[in-house]
Nanobody
Framework: VVLVESGGGSVQAGGSLRLSCIASGRSFSRNDMGWRRQAPGKRTEFVASMSGSGGRTFYSPSVKGRFTVSRDVAKNAVFLEMNDLQPEDTAVYYC???????????????????WGEGIQVTVSS
């Protein structure tokens, strides 16, 4: 199973970026997929996710209203539209897929979950 992210980069405060992640090797149609991030010197934190069935979305309070998570279940893909980016959003962003069907939102992560390699997002003031 491989998760491949794309779309990171550097922007100024107030700018926008769109992250994409495409999974291969198994279907995640019934699993929560989303994004987590790790800023320098900090622990990995939940950013946003969307459930496989029902399309429920979950957001960290720090990004709610600025970021939008979406999925293309048929393509095994998840996206993150990031608007009004701020310097505190600077981090490595990881695509995350929950290994367990039925778990959703900011839970875990769990030992057997799937991760992308990470993509850098840098926001300058």
């Amino acid at each position: 199973v491989v998760l491949v992210e794309s779309g990171g980069g550097s922007v100024q405060a107030g700018g926008s970026l769109r992250l994409s992640c495409i999974a291969s090797g198994r279907s995640f149609s019934r699993n929560d997929m989303g994004w987590r991030r790790q800023a320098p010197g900090k622990r990995t934190e939940f950013v946003a996710s969307m459930s496989g069935s029902g399309g429920r979305t979950f957001y960290s309070p720090s990004v709610k209203g600025r970021f939008t998570v979406s999925r293309d279940v048929a393509k095994n893909a998840v996206f993150l539209e990031m608007n009004d980016l701020q310097p505190e959003d600077t981090a490595v962003y990881y695509c995350h897929a929950d290994a367990g069907a039925g778990r959703v939102g900011p839970t875990g992560p769990y030992e057997h979950d799937y991760w992308g390699e990470g993509i850098q997002v840098t926001v300058s003031s």
